[in-house]
């Protein structure tokens, strides 16, 4: 392959290779030693930073360095740099139906970046992927993606271009345990730029009952929080029977349902119920950029916090040991739901309107 022009030189990252190379089918649990809810609570990580309050507004110098510094800008560098080949591997239609699929183990595009692209290019679509994270989070990320897909880094990811970065765009990263998407805010009243999938098998594909080493846990820690300040009555409606499952696409499906979805409503909680609820929520938006997090709240917001319903589910629990694997949070048009059974998988849809 030709050697492209070089615009742009970004110091790679180190990241250690592992050795973990599981597939990642629908599966179902086996029995581990249980340990206790009280044991769990107290000894597992589970404070989170939070997403941040406004600040002072920023200087024109800082908005012009925050902007040459976004993602969506290395997007259109990264765009410019492409030979006629790679565009006609990895470039189409904004509209095209690919754009939103969704799944945990997948490649949007047949070429892999470790094998299609220049070393210049392989560095810009790290960092891309890097600046769409929290600074706090993305080294712990690109270690997941690593880890889960076998190599030293994102080499064996794959990525898809929509539309053309000076105007409507999305780029869209994929691989085990793994779809990102970068939009510039292309597309309307979604936040992320549309549904995504994060998931780790830290430690092999069936995970001990307290996922020792998994970058996702500590947000099933700060769910199980929620469960251990329900009343009797309150645990009878949040914990069901089995979860959703797995379905492709239709998993990460909304309802427009402002009540009667599963688990318990919000608007049926305390004030502390409700503050630790929110609390879950920061825990979940804490690895991702301000801006997408911001983005979030604000599409849930408009859709009232108080319709969110919480569930969670004692037919997968790793363990038996009542602390709950399984669980999520839906709205009238939100789900997240996270499936910690055998390892987790989370999958995310956050929109203005079903």
């Known amino acids: 392959q030709k050697e492209l022009p070089r615009p742009l030189r970004i110091p790679k990252r180190l990241v250690i290779r592992t050795m973990n190379t599981d597939s990642c089918p629908d599966c179902t649990s086996e029995g581990s030693p249980a340990t206790s809810r009280r044991t769990f609570l107290r000894t597992s990580a589970g404070a989170t930073a939070g997403i941040g309050a406004a600040g002072f507004l920023p200087t024109l110098a800082a908005r012009k360095k925050e902007a040459k510094d976004a993602p969506?800008?290395?997007?259109?560098?990264?765009?410019?740099?492409?030979?006629?080949?790679?565009?006609?591997?990895?470039?189409?239609?904004?509209?095209?139906?690919?754009?939103?699929?969704?799944?945990?183990?997948?490649?949007?595009?047949?070429?892999?970046?470790?094998?299609?692209?220049?070393?210049?290019?392989?560095?810009?679509?790290?960092?891309?992927?890097?600046?769409?994270?929290?600074?706090?989070?993305?080294?712990?990320?690109?270690?997941?993606?690593a880890h889960d897909s076998g190599s030293k880094g994102l080499e064996k990811c794959s990525i898809g271009l929509f539309g053309e970065p000076d105007g409507k765009f999305e780029f869209v990263l994929t691989g085990r345990h793994c779809t990102r998407r970068?939009?510039?805010?292309?597309?309307?009243?979604?936040?992320?730029?549309?549904?995504?999938?994060?998931?780790?098998?830290?430690?092999?594909?069936?995970?001990?009952?307290?996922?020792?080493?998994?970058?996702?846990?500590?947000?099933?820690?700060?769910?199980?929080?929620?469960?251990?300040?329900?009343?009797?009555?309150?645990?009878?409606?949040?914990?069901?029977?089995?979860?959703?499952?797995?379905?492709?696409?239709?998993?990460?499906?909304?309802?427009?349902?402002?009540?009667?979805?599963?688990?318990?409503?919000?608007?049926?909680?305390?004030?502390?119920?409700?503050?630790?609820?929110?609390?879950?929520?920061?825990?979940?938006?804490?690895?991702?950029?301000?801006?997408?997090?911001d983005e979030a709240m604000k599409h849930i917001e408009a859709n009232g916090f108080d319709n969110l319903h919480m569930a969670f589910y004692k037919t997968e629990d790793v363990g038996k040991d009542g602390v709950w694997d399984v669980w999520?949070?839906?709205?009238?048009?939100?789900?997240?739901?996270?499936?910690?059974?055998?390892?987790?998988?989370?999958?995310v849809n956050i929109k203005a309107n079903a």
Request: hydrophobic share 35%; proline share 5%; glycine share 10%.
């Open 72 to 145: 969506e800008t290395l997007v259109k560098t990264f765009y410019d740099t492409l030979s006629e080949e790679q565009h006609k591997m990895i470039c189409f239609p904004f509209d095209h139906k690919l754009r939103l699929k969704v799944d945990n183990n997948w490649q949007i595009t047949k070429p892999r970046l470790g094998q299609f692209f220049t070393k210049d290019q392989q560095a810009m679509v790290e960092e891309i992927f890097r600046k769409i994270h929290s600074p706090e989070y993305a080294d712990k990320i690109v270690g997941q993606v």
């Open 182 to 293: 970068c939009d510039g805010n292309s597309v309307e009243g979604a936040a992320f730029g549309g549904p995504i999938f994060y998931g780790h098998a830290a430690k092999g594909f069936h995970e001990e009952p307290h996922h020792p080493g998994n970058v996702y846990w500590y947000q099933a820690v700060q769910a199980n929080k929620v469960f251990e300040m329900l009343d009797g009555k309150q645990r009878e409606t949040a914990l069901l029977g089995r979860s959703r499952g797995e379905r492709g696409m239709k998993t990460i499906a909304l309802t427009g349902k402002k009540n009667g979805l599963p688990g318990i409503r919000a608007a049926d909680l305390s004030a502390d119920q409700k503050g630790e609820m929110r609390r879950v929520m920061t825990a979940l938006l804490a690895p991702f950029r301000k801006a997408d997090a």
């Open 328 to 347: 999520q949070i839906e709205g009238p048009s939100m789900v997240w739901y996270f499936r910690g059974d055998p390892h987790v998988h989370t999958w």
